[in-house]
């Protein structure tokens, strides 16, 4: 091995998480193992779970809400105009 090799191999052995292992090939490790080898749970991704969640929560009252004004005699263009949206897009609402 030359003196070179040897002193990166020397540099890598005293970083905390070793970005290659002297004999492999294998690629950096990514972001993700790294923070989940730290002991940390992924935050970012526990926190979009819970946005979509909220978000389909939000989505199924807003479409009961309408589907109410409808049974009670208001038009879908109606309640886009209260709602500030198109007729359309109440309908859209309504589909899914």
């Known amino acids: 091995m030359s003196s070179t090799a040897a002193a990166r191999t020397q540099l890598l052995a005293q970083l905390p998480v070793p970005l ?12 993700r193992r790294l923070f989940l080898q730290a002991g940390l749970k992924s935050r ?18 807003r479409r009961d809400l309408i589907q109410i004004l409808i049974a009670d005699g208001w038009s879908q263009a109606d309640v886009g105009r209260e709602l500030g949206v198109s007729r359309q897009a109440i309908q859209k609402m309504l589909a899914c």
């Open 20 to 31: 290659l292992t002297p004999a492999s090939s294998r690629p950096p490790p990514t972001a």
């Open 44 to 61: 970012p991704r526990a926190q979009a779970i819970e946005h979509t969640r909220l978000a389909r929560q939000l989505a199924a009252e």
